[in-house]
Nanobody, 114 residues
């Protein structure tokens, strides 16, 4: 079973930056689309960014121009660079394949507050 381990979250002031990392086990990583999802309290989990094996990216409108997704296939790691953070970015962030597998990691909490 694939394991996904996210890290890098924390508390940051509005306008600040964070870099999230996610490492995946298994042999599927390099050939599949990876994504970052987020879930705010009381809301559904949404995809905010995805990246293909070849590096083509997609972003939700809410994060376009502020977030950058990247991947290192040799390290089986996907990153999310988040700049110009806003309070509405506060959520638990998860990585997973796209479409998502049924198992999720523990996520990493991102809190944007002054």
């Amino acid at each position: 079973q694939v394991q996904l381990v996210e890290s890098g979250g924390g508390l940051v002031q509005p306008g600040g930056s964070l870099r999230l990392s996610c490492t995946a086990s298994g042999r599927m990583f390099s050939i599949n689309i990876m994504g970052w999802y987020r879930q705010a309290p009381g809301k559904q989990r949404d995809l905010v960014a995805r990246i293909t094996s070849g590096g083509t990216t997609y972003y939700a409108d809410s994060v376009k121009g502020r977030f950058t997704i990247s991947r290192d296939n040799a390290k089986k790691t996907v990153y999310l660079q988040m700049n110009s953070l806003k309070p509405e970015d506060t959520a638990v962030y998860y990585c997973n394949y796209v479409p998502a597998l049924s198992n999720w990691g523990q996520g990493t909490q991102v809190t944007v507050s002054s």
